[in-house]
Nanobody, 122 residues
Framework: QVQLVESGGGSVQTGGSLRLSCAASGRRLNDYALAWFRQRPGKQREFVASVSWSGNSQDYADSVKGRFTVARDNAKNVMSMEMNNLRDVDTAVYFC???????????????WGQGTQVTVSS
């Protein structure tokens, strides 16, 4: 079992920045690919970013490329995501997820955090 806890959400103005963190416990994090998903009001959960087990490979949704940066520290069992130039459409609950296989499909991921709210307003 892997337990995931997100932190760092909050309210920010358009163009601002936030840093999300995901702390893992229960198993060695470097056995798992990690990802961020988000769920906007009235929408399906969607892929935001992922990072491979080694941290050497990242993938991003087109909507956040160039603005969000995902990273992980296996020694500390944490994943982070720096979010810059935030837009109103980034308002969502952000979830971290872990799975041995990884990818962009939410249904693949076995382990999920409880989510953290990000609100962007002009």
């Amino acid at each position: 079992q892997v337990q995931l806890v997100e932190s760092g959400g909050g309210s920010v103005q358009t163009g601002g920045s936030l840093r999300l963190s995901c702390a893992a416990s229960g198993r060695r994090l470097n056995d798992y690919a990690l990802a961020w998903f988000r769920q906007r009001p009235g929408k399906q959960r969607e892929f935001v970013a992922s990072v491979s087990w080694s941290g050497n490979s990242q993938d991003y949704a087109d909507s956040v490329k160039g603005r969000f940066t995902v990273a992980r520290d296996n020694a500390k069992n944490v994943m982070s995501m720096e979010m810059n130039n935030l837009r109103d459409v980034d308002t969502a609950v952000y979830f971290c997820a872990a799975d041995r296989r990884g990818g962009k499909m939410a249904e693949v991921y076995d382990y999920w955090g409880q989510g953290t709210q990000v609100t962007v307003s002009s």
